[in-house]
């Protein structure tokens, strides 16, 4: 039998790096970090730039449209708590300003999914705190 843990979906746990990010979310935006010294637009958020090393990293907002780059549909959940969720589509997203981002897709069948088909971000809040990034078809 099940315990209740494993009846839970993992959360997200903001620390130093991420916090912003996460606040951004809850706000309705997606903030990419970019660097101020090499013009790098990166994701996941972190204390230095991938590209050069710099500590100049300052957070925009995104557009929150892309194009699916790969995708995978799961039809055996990885555990009990996302049985009522299966089949879905994880997604690979190149974000329009560059960087990939892997989220899931929300609103269609996960059947209907093709390599570069146009989504856009949509908010699923699922706490007080946290709002999950998830896609749609654009």
């Given at each position: 039998m099940a315990s209740e843990?494993?009846?839970?979906?993992?959360?997200?746990?903001?620390?130093?790096?991420t916090t912003?990010?996460?606040?951004?979310?809850?706000?309705?935006k997606l903030l990419?970090?970019?660097?101020?010294?090499?013009?790098?637009v990166q994701y996941y958020q972190q204390a230095t730039c991938r590209e050069c090393g710099s500590d100049e990293l300052e957070h925009r907002p995104a557009t929150?449209?892309?194009?699916?780059?790969?995708?995978?549909?799961?039809?055996?959940?990885?555990?009990?708590?996302?049985?009522?969720?299966?089949?879905?589509?994880?997604?690979?997203?190149e974000l329009a300003e560059g960087p990939r981002m892997i989220s899931?897709?929300?609103?269609s069948d996960p059947k209907d999914v093709t390599f570069d088909m146009e989504v856009e971000l949509a908010f699923d809040q699922v706490s007080d705190d946290i709002t999950l990034p998830r896609f749609r078809k654009a």
């Open positions: 843990d494993s009846a839970q979906k993992p959360l997200p746990a903001p620390d130093a790096d912003t990010f996460w606040h951004g979310l809850r706000d309705g990419l970090q970019h660097c101020r010294h090499c013009r790098n929150g449209r892309g194009k699916v780059h790969s995708f995978s549909v799961v039809y055996r959940a990885p555990g009990p708590a996302f049985k009522q969720d299966v089949p879905y589509a994880v997604l690979l997203v899931t897709l929300t609103g």
